[in-house]
């Protein structure tokens, strides 16, 4: 039994639910510090770098449950799918760090943060899914606060809000695939993208390398261990709580965003991207609403990267 099943053992409802928003707030803190972290790595090292050293910290920290699970690993449900998913998780983790090389933590989780939104848009379009005109409204409003974060014009579009804005729709489809693959257990699932990382980074390190100190793989462990703790966060959180009364936790990510990007490199928010993100949230939180009052099952959007 891990740590965080032997501590939220024998809680009553009520407790419980408190478990899951603490674990939530949790996990969401960590992975905004994970995402800090790699932020400030990206700085003196490629990005390359940065996905295979956190894939190795994240890899050797989930070895001894992949080695009792190893059976699970034998048994894949659609392989090919299996491999678009990864390629998926892999693309948008690379599409993230990328983006924070050029611009402001909160800018590029702001983008991220529309990625519920594009589930539900995408799950129309592609799965053929009934969405009423009350969650294409949202839809809509969401594109806008999209729109308004991004001010697009000849002068402010870039390619690194593209990359980001691209990371996002890579993000959303991952979730609809992984909707299809509900029946794969967590660690595989989880292992796998760690895989994908392992695998992208190995090819991109090799160019521009630089020799890392021992503080800096210092660095890198922890980005690795951060990740695979507030995934296990994330997951334990689901367990002990009902979805829709844990997943708008995860909006909190852009106060951290925000938080981290001021104390640590001075970015002052500017206005159109708090009010962005002020709408996607509002649209995101309805469209979400609005699934567990219809009785629908959701995907679960874990922050990014």
Sequence with gaps: MTLLAKISTGLDERSARLAGIGLMLLAIFMFSFGDALGKFLVATYSVGQLLWLRACAALLVLLPIVWRQRAAFGRLERPWLQLLRVTLSTLEVAAFFIATV???????????????????????????????????????????????????????????????????????????????????????????????????????????????????????????????????????????????????????????????????????????TIIGAAIIIGAGSYIFWREQRLGREEPVVNPPA
């Design 102 to 272: 050029y611009l402001p933590l909160a800018d590029v989780i702001t983008y991220y943060l529309a990625a519920p939104i594009f589930v539900t848009a995408l799950s129309a379009l592609v799965l053929r899914e009934h969405v009423g005109w009350r969650r294409w409204t949202a839809v809509l409003i969401g594109f806008c606060g999209v729109l308004i974060a991004l001010r697009p014009s000849a002068q402010t579009v870039s390619w690194p809000a593209m990359i980001a804005l691209g990371g996002s729709l890579s993000f959303a489809l991952l979730m609809l695939i992984t909707r299809s693959l509900r029946a794969t257990p967590d660690i595989v699932l989880a292992t796998s993208q760690f895989v994908g990382t392992f695998a992208l980074g190995a090819l991109m390190a090799p160019f521009g390398w630089v020799t890392p100190s021992l503080g800096s793989l210092g660095l890198f462990a922890a980005a690795g261990f951060i990740s695979v703790g507030a995934l296990l966060c994330v997951n334990r959180s689901l367990k002990l709580a009902p979805a829709s009364v844990v997943v708008p936790y995860q909006y909190s990510m852009i106060v951290w965003a925000v938080m981290f990007g001021y104390f640590v490199w001075g970015d002052v928010p500017q206005p159109p």
